[in-house]
């Protein structure tokens, strides 16, 4: 009876239904078994309206709505040029700045999805015609579009707050060092690949400095934005759920200023906007289902009694634990991941003596390496679809960059002071 619920839920998702329902009826056939169908109706008629009443969850509409926005504003194209204009000289310049590119739009959408689609029509175009290759080019842009995951605003970071029940405004900010520090990551190994093999990625052209200092006007808009969000909450000025609404203002703002938002455009945003949190707010409502049959299964107790009994070094079941998520990673959605296993390895981690914000970066960092391993690497589908390059030889020209980022978890793992020290300055 204890794992009924769960092999439903396995067996609904191996045949392609969406998660969300996939969820809702793996948890209410896991309750019926336990109580029958009162128990079920009783759940029903109180998880959606307990669910939906958190403050903290118009973090979701509002930051996908100011993605929206960022998108219809094409400001991602004009980082690329900024950035392209001031490294692009430079061996793997394009690819550089690439992973620039992606670490700007990431701070300014929070939509890995968005951020990988637009970097594709825009730098994967840029760097074939300067000869790059096409593995190597189209992994960096595979690798980039992830760190809108990370790079507050994070839609995956919120998701695993709500889910947690800890300070979103806080997992925000603490995804800001480890961002920086992928990016250096993701640059460093496109110098190292084009040092070993210089044909990857022949140098581009100069710019003269006037050219450099004008291209850095693009750079206004997204600093204000970044203000408007990241800023108001680490001075304290305003919540997660403000800074959201602000940051959506602004990108609206954004894109009317700039000549791009047309009646037309502003009604697809608001559509794309509100199926994209319908969708993400249903999953929530249906993992709330499972986890009330997860719950009154008392699975979660037994397994951190387990883990507490096992004799070994806890860096070993933290070991194990990340395993774990890079294979699901390879077959699942991240959503669906988070859902599924944060209730259950938070409360082992937290056993365990480590920190939950540290934690929650470690998790999303590894949802970032799923995103581009097979068989599923939902970004390289998206990558391949828009630039025409093969999905085989995207996923070559992205391993060398798993590996790097394989290497920033055991960093982190190490020095956990990398994640925990910002959030402790949060006013």
Known sequence: ?????????????????????ALGIAGMVGLFTIGGLSMVEGVLRTVALSTTSSYELLTIPMFILMAEFIIVSRIADE????????????????????????????????????????????TIPAMLRNNYNPRFASGVVAISGPLAMLIPPSIALILY?????????????AGIIPGLLVTCVIILTSLL??????HFAPAGRAYSMGEKFRSLTIIGPMVVLIMLVTGCIYLGIATPTESASLGAFGAMCIAFARKRLTFQSFYIALRKAAATSCMIVLIIICAHIF??????????????????????????????????????GCFMDQIAILFLTVPITLPI????????????????????IGLVTPPIGLNVFVVSAYSNVKVKDIFIGVSPHVV????????????????????????
């Open 1 to 21: 009876m204890m794992f009924f619920g769960t092999l439903v839920l396995l067996i609904m998702l191996v045949f392609g239904m969406p998660v969300a329902f």
């Open 79 to 122: 980082l690329f040029d900024c950035a392209k204009t001031w490294v692009g000289r430079t061996p793997a310049g394009l690819a550089i700045s690439t992973a620039l590119a992606g670490a700007g739009f990431g701070a300014i959408s929070g939509s890995s999805t968005a951020s990988a689609a637009t970097l594709s029509a825009t």
């Open 161 to 173: 707050g709500l889910i947690a029940d800890i300070s979103i405004g806080k997992l925000l900010i």
């Open 193 to 198: 690949l084009v040092a070993i093999f210089p």
């Open 291 to 328: 986890s009330y049959y997860f719950t009154l299964t008392g699975v979660t107790q037994e397994l951190v009694a387990l883990v507490a009994s096992l004799d070994v070094e806890s860096w070993v079941i933290l070991l194990l634990i990340i395993l774990l998520y890079l294979v699901l």
């Open 349 to 368: 981690i937290l056993a365990l003596g480590f920190d939950p914000f540290w934690f929650g970066v470690v998790v999303i960092i590894t949802a970032e």
């Open 404 to 427: 790097a980022h394989l290497l920033v978890i055991a960093l982190l793992a190490i020095f956990p002071a990398i994640v925990t020290w910002l959030p402790e300055t949060v006013r």
